[in-house]
């Protein structure tokens, strides 16, 4: 479970987060939808434990635990996982090399040994092919002059194997074919446990029809501002956010 | 006519007395003699290179050589079998190999025999030897500039070796050459090696350097590669020195018609190191590459200086350089490229670029165009800075932890110098240097 409360974030002196506060259950997939310039990315850059932001009031507990006080690298060893809305190339890294260093990393900060290369190796050749990624592309520099939606792929390859308790995705649809908006969601809806929690920031409500969200959040001015179930989605589609923009301010 | 005093630095006068002591005890006295007092007369008119020298403005030697121990002597049978024993980062590599005991040939720990085409000498002996026709015809030939550490080694040059590599010999093996400093005193050493290869040749020649930490000893090697047509030469040079010693290097190659020259080189650990790679493109149509990686820590300071001269139409330079500083390690790059009037057509380019990653490293890149024909392609750049930030957050953000992080993106930094090198165990090796350099300072960071 992860509960954000009164989430106040500033960066470079501009408040971009005003007291956010919400809630996602064991089990949960909640989607948040909000303007351009909300402070979505922002949100999902705290909790995964990007440095660059000051945070000014409130907490984030993951299981009941600040997580606001751990590194990046912890928190992703304690089940936090953000799907890049914009992946990073890394030239000179292969993608196998990236994949197999994030593993073994996550895994000695479990305590757990090292995985057989054997093993490493069937695993990502399944989820790779769940992904409809060849495997070529895995020999290759992570991200380097892969497409937009490659990218995005890759993301969902990485979370798949790292089995993260709680997932971030932001924008992942933005950029895919209708196809690959099709694979992508499968191969996340196959992730969906009793235990695994979803945050899904995305614009477009198609993306809510192959993944569906058991709760919609709205999110303006760095606020939580109407929270409802996935029929709010529809309800946006049709109006839009101009009754939200003022909300808030 | 006004009487000038020139001002001496302490380590300049301990130079002239270790000149005065043995000039009259070093090999070769007759002929090659003349060649040495005229070689030390240039040395002491300048002195030791400063801050005021272009080539050496930000390698002081005056201020950062604070002493000149005295001359290594041949060494004694007990040391070179102690150098026998020696592990190498290169000894999963099968090789030919020729052994270097204190800037001395020593053949008794030398490979048994050579390949085929290859013709081995002693410079102590050749140096008194006036039969060694291609050593007293080659020295010295490899460059026109009047280099201070060239002059120097001139000067004091009392072993080392010649190779010959007979036209159209073909080697399988690399050669490799073995630079060991042994022993507990502090000594210098100004060891000469010429590699004298004819026409349609193809070798790989490793360099491998290795001595004692926590020992000032210093080194002066010149190396001089006469390079015929049509050759393909691939060289390495490892400079695993110790960590207080002193690594003066200076590589000066002809390079033929149609030749192609590849010479990497790698730094990891002496104080104060500076390579010099001076190449003369002399024949049409010949290609060269030169590459590096210097990983610095602590006070290190690593220089590297190039003048590459297109001196024959149609020739192509790459020149690829990668230093990773740490603590308060400097770094120099000087690169030039020089293309001479007859050169049209020259393809040069030339890359130096540099990681910092503490504040208190810094980086000094100097690169030079010199042109003087119309019809050329040259560029050249370089680039300075931390590891990108935005990167290492996303590497954390998959759970590896900061110096990890660092230690993935900087083995890929140095791999992109790394690949220039052909030979894959090779490259092996020199990603080992590099793993446990990155290994150990991750260690530190934690
Ligand atoms: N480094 C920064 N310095 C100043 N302002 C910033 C910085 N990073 C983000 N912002 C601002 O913070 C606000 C929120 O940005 P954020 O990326 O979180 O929005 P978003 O809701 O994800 O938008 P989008 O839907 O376009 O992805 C924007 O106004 C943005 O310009
Ligand atoms: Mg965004």
């Known amino acids: 479970m992860l509960e954000i409360k009164n989430l106040h974030v500033a960066i470079e002196d501009k408040k971009i987060l005003n007291g956010l506060t919400l809630t996602v259950n064991d089990g949960e997939v909640a989607a948040i939808m909000g303007p351009n310039g909300s402070g979505k990315s922002t949100l999902s850059y705290v909790i995964a434990g990007k440095p660059d932001y000051d945070i000014l009031d409130g907490e984030i ?16 060893a304690a089940g936090l996982f953000l799907a890049f809305q914009y992946p990073l190339e890394i030239p000179g890294v292969t993608t196998m090399t990236f994949l197999k260093s994030a593993m073994n990393a996550q895994r000695k900060s479990r305590g757990e040994d090292e995985l057989p290369v054997a093993e490493f190796m069937k695993r990502v050749k399944a989820a790779s092919d769940r992904l409809g990624i060849a495997q070529d592309m895995l020999r290759r520099g992570l991200n380097v002059g892969f497409s937009g939606g490659e990218k995005k792929r890759m993301e969902i390859l990485q979370m798949a194997l790292l089995e993260p308790q709680f997932c971030i995705l932001d924008e992942t649809d933005s950029g895919l074919d209708i196809d690959a908006l099709k694979i992508v969601s499968e191969g996340v809806n196959v992730l969906r446990d009793s ?23 709205v999110m303006a001015h760095g606020q939580v501002v109407k929270t409802g179930g996935k029929e709010l989605a529809l309800e946006l589609e049709a109006s839009g956010y101009a009754d939200y923009k003022t909300l808030a301010a | 006519m006004s009487a000038v005093t020139i001002i001496r630095s302490k380590t300049e006068q301990a130079i002239l007395a270790l000149f005065a002591k043995h000039k009259d005890q070093l090999q070769g006295q007759g002929s090659f003699g003349s060649q040495r007092a005229k070689a030390f007369a240039s040395f002491e008119q300048t002195g030791l290179p400063h801050r005021r020298i272009e080539a050496w403005h930000y390698t002081d030697l005056r201020s950062l050589l604070r002493e000149a121990p005295p001359l290594a002597a041949k060494p004694a049978s007990h040391v070179v079998q102690r150098a026998a024993e020696k592990n190498w980062s290169t000894d999963q590599i099968d090789a030919t190999r020729l052994m270097l005991v204190n800037g001395f040939y020593d053949e008794s720990i030398s490979s048994f025999t050579m390949p085929q085409g290859v013709k081995v000498t002693d410079v102590y002996k050749a140096l008194s030897d006036p039969s060694s026709k291609n050593f007293h015809d080659h020295i010295g030939q490899a460059t026109q500039s009047s280099d201070p550490l060239i002059e120097l080694n001139t000067a004091f040059m009392n072993g080392g070796v010649v190779i010959e590599i007979a036209s159209g010999t073909k080697l399988d093996k690399p050669l490799e050459l073995r630079c060991l400093v042994e022993g507990i005193d502090p000594v210098s050493m100004h060891a000469r090696i010429l590699v004298i290869a004819g026409d349609d040749t193809e070798f790989t020649l490793i360099e491998s350097h290795q001595g004692p930490d926590a020992l000032s000893y210093q080194v002066n090697n010149v190396v001089e590669l006469f390079l ?31 030749t192609s020259f590849n010479t990497f080189h790698m730094v990891n ?65 000087q690169g030039k490229i020089m293309v001479k009037q007859i050169a049209q057509k020259t393809d040069g380019k030339m890359m130096s670029q540099a ?10 890149n100097k690169p030079e165009l010199e042109i003087f024909a119309d019809d050329v392609v040259c560029g050249h750049g370089a680039t300075c800075g931390a590891l990108d930030e935005d990167l290492l957050f996303y590497l954390m953000a998959r759970g590896l932890p900061k110096a990890e992080a660092e230690a993935l993106m900087l083995a890929a930094f140095a791999g992109e110098a790394i690949e220039t090198v052909e030979n894959e165990d090779l490259r092996a090796i020199l990603e080992a240097v590099v793993g446990d350099w990155l290994g150990q300072r991750a260690h530190h960071v934690e």
């Open chain 1, 195 to 217: 235990k695994r929690s979803f945050l899904v920031i995305t614009h477009y409500q198609r993306l809510l029809n192959y993944f569906v969200p058991d709760t919609v959040h």
């Open chain 1, 61 to 76: 507990l993951l299981n009941g635990v600040n997580v606001l006080d751990m590194e990046a690298h912890e928190r992703a």
């Open chain 2, 269 to 333: 650990k002496p104080g104060i190191a500076r390579h010099q790679v001076f190449v003369k493109m002399q024949g049409e149509g010949a290609h060269l590459s030169v590459n590096g990686v210097n990983m610095l820590n602590g006070t290190q300071h690593a220089d590297t200086t190039l003048a590459i001269d297109h001196a024959a139409p149609a020739c192509t330079s790459r020149e690829l350089f990668k230093t990773i500083l740490d603590a308060q390690a400097t770094g120099v790059f």
């Open chain 2, 228 to 258: 015929g047509n049509n050759a393909h030469v691939h060289h390495v040079r490892l400079n695993q020195s110790g960590n207080y010693a002193v690594d003066l290097s200076t590589l000066a190659a002809v390079v033929g018609a149609e």
């Open chain 2, 355 to 364: 990681v910092l990653l503490s504040d208190d490293a810094k980086m000094n």
